[in-house]
């Protein structure tokens, strides 16, 4: 198993059960389920990477279900998945702060040479694989333009 992140999981799903964590547990097997899923539908054994990209995936799909269930007053439904959030996180690296964000922006911006929001996309395709599960793409994306319109 090259994934130390994987391994990690698997620990972690072993140290859930002993303590009686059902719902860590439940979560941790849907993370589990999920790489599995990708690992078998791509015939390929997943990296570190790859996982992280997949558990920020899984936050961000519950982020969305959190705005839908505050949106129609189901904060039963909501409280749910920000308890999932919180246990897929602690798997995903250190979120960057924001000026960490702006350095690695203004540094892809320098390399790529780009002077307007025609070059967002050559931008992106450098920090991106330096941010994802680090930071929200979104928050990110904006600072992106807001840098690129100055």
Known sequence: MSS??????????KAAMKAGEKERLGVIRLIMSALKQVEVDERIELDDTRIIGILDKMVKQRRESISQFDKA?????????????DVI???LPQPLSEDEIEIIIKDAISKTG????????KVMGIVRPQVVGRGDMGTISGTIKTILSA
């Open 4 to 13: 130390t992140l994987k391994s990690n999981l698997q620990d972690a799903m």
């Open 89 to 91: 996180q602690a798997f």
């Open 114 to 121: 780009a002077e307007s929001i025609k070059d967002m996309g």
């Open 73 to 85: 007053g189901r904060d039963d439904l909501s409280s749910v998945e920000k308890a999932e959030i």
